[in-house]
């Protein structure tokens, strides 16, 4: 099929998903936010500060920067491959991870235009999969820092994934949250995601928060590292690895680098440097092997390009320079897109490649600070199947591959997935227990891959005791 064809099959579908990235919109800031928070601690703010006043900020997080920490672990070849680990993992005591950045700002938005008694705001939806992070991290920052605002929040959980018991955890913390209304399929969340994206009675919260404020705070992440390269605290990079799921984080870094040499940042100056993403999706590595996805289709949203096209677009009708072609520039020359149909696997959990790497993190692999010239054992990472083991196999092959020729590369991990698998205050394990037939299976069918986080879950059969000791309480509804 041509790519015409294919790009005229997915117009309305194209429309549609348009629609839901605009639904979160931009707000201007609220008095109270201008009180409260720091705004020179948020990376983008401060070498923007245009923004400030354009658009709303919370910090959320409890740990920025976050740390960059080095890694090593033995490859299958017995080379010992080093790498640096940028601990997005350890933003937030509550529920870390990367959306701890994409909720900064669209939260703040949400807070705002509430705020200001704008009308058909909620109620607020946001849509993922089973195993999403999103969808977790909206319900538990929600319920930390704007309760009152938002005393329900639909989670809509669209696609059945390979089971796997990391996104089995997933499922429960929202189960742990009575905020959280969870939509189990299509049936019960069409309505309220329908009704706000095509008639602006309520407000969606696109897949993977892929949306122009959600992005901006991966940009700010992005000049965060720049900032620590600078400050001697990390190395200069050859290669930053990611997953790709929705585009949202691995359009703010390719934005965030067009940014920081704008600003003459001292950082991203190798000559051997790229972004390099590995998609998680197997629908859409199809897509990007035979279209060119991520950089052809660049008014479909979940592509990269067009991801970059709607937050500079975003951040230039606020003030800030226009990065657009800049962006494009760095994603054109500088960025790889691992689409590979043995590493990506199925969505959901490991392929075997990823389920291979992660396994040898676990025999062999130190996470670890150099403080004063001694290494300093720090909590290890979390190869999560779903997201970050994909990026980190393909990161130790290149190590590998670099190691064969005599030449070390120097990578820079992106850990996306949280460090903290919360349970708030309701009894998750009550509800999972009275759960659809098929949603129960699934979770009893998703084994524990990691030897460092044993547990399992059988609604059927089990009990809380066998998953709880991977889960943190927090004190939020």
């Known amino acids: 099929m041509s790519f015409a064809v294919m790009r005229q099959l997915f117009t309305p579908l194209s429309s549609t998903l348009q629609r839901m990235q605009q639904s979160v919109g931009v707000a201007p800031p609220t008095q109270a936010m201008l009180d409260e928070e720091d705004h020179d601690s948020c990376p983008l703010l401060r070498h923007l500060p245009m923004l400030k006043q354009k658009i709303a900020y919370r910090a959320l997080g409890d740990r920025f920067p976050t740390p960059i920490h080095e890694a090593s672990v033995q490859s299958a070849a017995g080379f010992r491959c080093h790498f640096y680990v940028k601990r997005e993992d350890l933003s937030s005591g509550l529920y870390g991870g990367n959306k701890v950045r994409t909720l900064q700002f669209q939260l703040a938005v949400l807070e705002a235009r509430l705020s200001c008694g704008e009308p058909h705001v909620l109620p607020l939806t946001v849509i993922g999969t089973y195993g999403s992070n999103q969808n977790v991290a ?58 706000a994206t095509f008639l602006g009675k309520g407000t969606v919260i696109m897949l993977g928060g892929n949306t122009p404020s959600g992005c901006m705070g991966q940009v700010s992440a992005l000049l965060e590292l720049a900032m620590q390269i600078e400050a001697g605290e990390a190395p200069d990079p050859d290669r930053i690895y990611l997953a790709i799921g929705s585009s949202c984080t691995v359009s703010g870094l390719i934005i965030g680098v067009a940014l920081s040499r704008h600003l003459g940042l001292k950082a991203f100056a190798s000559g051997e440097f790229k972004i390099c993403g590995v998609i998680i999706h197997h629908l859409l590595a199809g897509l990007q092997r035979n279209f060119d996805f991520h950089r052809k289709w660049q008014d479909t949203p979940l592509s990269i390009a067009q991801t970059i096209r709607a937050t500079c677009g975003t951040m230039a009708s606020l003030g800030a320079p226009d990065l657009t072609e800049k962006a494009l520039k760095v994603l054109a020359d500088e960025v790889e897109i691992n689409d590979d149909k043995g590493l990506c696997g199925k969505y959901g959990g490991h392929s075997e490649l990823s389920r291979k790497a992660a396994g040898l993190y676990d025999t062999s692999g130190k996470t670890y600070s150099m403080e004063s010239g001694v290494e300093v054992p720090q909590k290890p990472i979390w190869l999560c199947g779903h997201f970050v083991a994909k990026p980190f196999a393909s990161m130790i092959d290149a190590i590998e591959a670099s190691s064969l020729r005599g030449e070390q590369l120097k990578c820079i991990l992106w850990q996306t997935k949280s460090a903290v698998q919360p349970r708030g205050n309701a009894d998750e394990w009550e509800k999972a227990t009275r759960m659809p037939h098929a949603l129960k299976t699934w979770m009893t069918e998703g084994k524990a891959e990691s030897s460092l986080r044993p547990g399992s879950i059988d609604p059927f059969s089990g009990t809380a005791a066998d998953y709880r000791s991977g889960m943190t309480a927090v004190n939020l509804d």
């Open 138 to 195: 909206t319900v538990v920052h929600a319920a930390s820092r704007i309760p009152a605002l938002l005393p329900s929040i639909n989670v809509a959980m669209t696609e059945p994934e390979v089971p796997d018991l990391d996104s089995a955890l997933n499922v429960l913390s929202i189960l742990s949250f009575t905020r959280a209304k969870p939509l189990f399929n299509l049936l019960p969340t069409l309505p309220p995601v329908l009704r």
